[in-house]
Nanobody, 121 residues
Framework: QGHLVESGGGSVQAGGSLRLSCRVSAYTYSNYCLGWFRQAPGKEREGVATIDSDGRSTYADSVQGRFTISQNNAKDTLYLQMNSLKSEDTAMYYC???????????????WGQGTQVTVSS
């Protein structure tokens, strides 16, 4: 299968915004469910937002209304627009893909290497 490559992480002050990107292979992942997950030090990996092959999205309660998951028209890039960032959003963010729609469970089979997001208060 193809690779998932995240980018767009960085450091931002609380209240700021970041947009994460994940390059996916449109041919490889055209019928896959895609998702964004995060893992903070000492914590388990948790689901942030996912989108299925029909474009339906699911969000964790903690990010609902602040984060938006989307894809470009070519479906070769997955985005996570993060607004009103909080210190508790600090984590390594990963994109993931699977034919099975695991929703927010971190059971996806394919993972990127991650991009760090640090929010300072």
């Amino acid at each position: 299968q193809g690779h998932l490559v995240e980018s767009g992480g960085g450091s931002v002050q609380a209240g700021g915004s970041l947009r994460l990107s994940c390059r996916v292979s449109a041919y490889t992942y055209s019928n896959y469910c895609l998702g964004w997950f995060r893992q903070a030090p000492g914590k388990e990996r948790e689901g942030v937002a996912t989108i299925d092959s029909d474009g339906r999205s699911t969000y964790a309660d903690s990010v609902q209304g602040r984060f938006t998951i989307s894809q470009n028209n070519a479906k070769d890039t997955l985005y996570l627009q993060m607004n009103s960032l909080k210190s508790e959003d600090t984590a390594m963010y990963y994109c993931a893909a699977d034919r099975v729609n695991w929703l927010l469970l971190p059971s996806y089979i394919y993972w990127g290497q991650g991009t760090q997001v640090t929010v300072s208060s």
